[in-house]
């Protein structure tokens, strides 16, 4: 199995903390895993992303060019990345910052979730990486759901341990609608 995927987003929307996430719940079901975050230029309002590859073989090289997945959070990451995702690969989108039809392939596998709302619905509208996560996660089988929960204890900073179970739930909600 080897499976990589590029998250991004605008600098705040939490796509590096899901990244590490993902990357600690593959480390939990005894995976090879490569978390590469970049900043750069992003720290000035750009897109903010990283990249994580998933493997039961060792992983020759962290950098990601054709991903068999996205996380986009916002339109200037759409249009960088978008052109990039493997034909059939799977895109999670916000589109309450971005409307599905913006998309410009018909040949992906589009799931197009307002993560800003559900999150809201969750109780904190902060929380749209964790339901875009849930979602990418039940529609790829990339790791187990439960490991992803369960690596909050590790991504999480303890002093925010307290919201663990809030982010739980946006994780379920994210899974629940793929």
Same mark, same amino acid.
């Given at each position: ?49 990283? /990249? ?16 068999? /997945? ?6 200037? /990451? ?16 916000? /589109? ?83």
């Amino acid at each position: 199995m080897y499976y990589d995927v590029i998250m991004a987003g605008f600098g705040g929307q939490g796509v590096m903390l899901i990244g590490n996430l993902l990357a600690y719940a593959a480390i939990r079901e005894g995976k090879n895993v490569t978390y590469l975050p970049s900043y750069g230029v992003e720290m000035r309002g750009g897109t903010a992303n990283c /990249s994580v590859v998933v493997a039961d073989e060792e992983i020759g090289s962290p950098v990601v060019g054709r991903p068999g /997945s996205l996380i986009i959070m916002n339109r200037p /990451s759409l249009v960088k990345f978008e052109p990039r995702l493997q034909p059939g690969g799977v895109l999670v989108l916000n /589109s309450s910052l971005v409307p599905a039809a913006e998309c410009q392939r018909d040949d992906l596998d589009l799931v197009a979730l307002p993560l800003n709302d559900l999150a809201r619905e969750v109780g904190n509208d902060k929380l749209a990486n964790m339901v875009a996560l849930g979602a990418l996660v039940a529609k790829t089988g990339i790791v187990a759901l439960e490991a992803a929960k369960d690596a909050l204890e590790d991504a999480l900073n303890p002093k925010y341990h307290r919201m663990i179970p809030i982010n739980q739930q946006a994780m379920d909600k994210g899974a629940a609608l793929v």
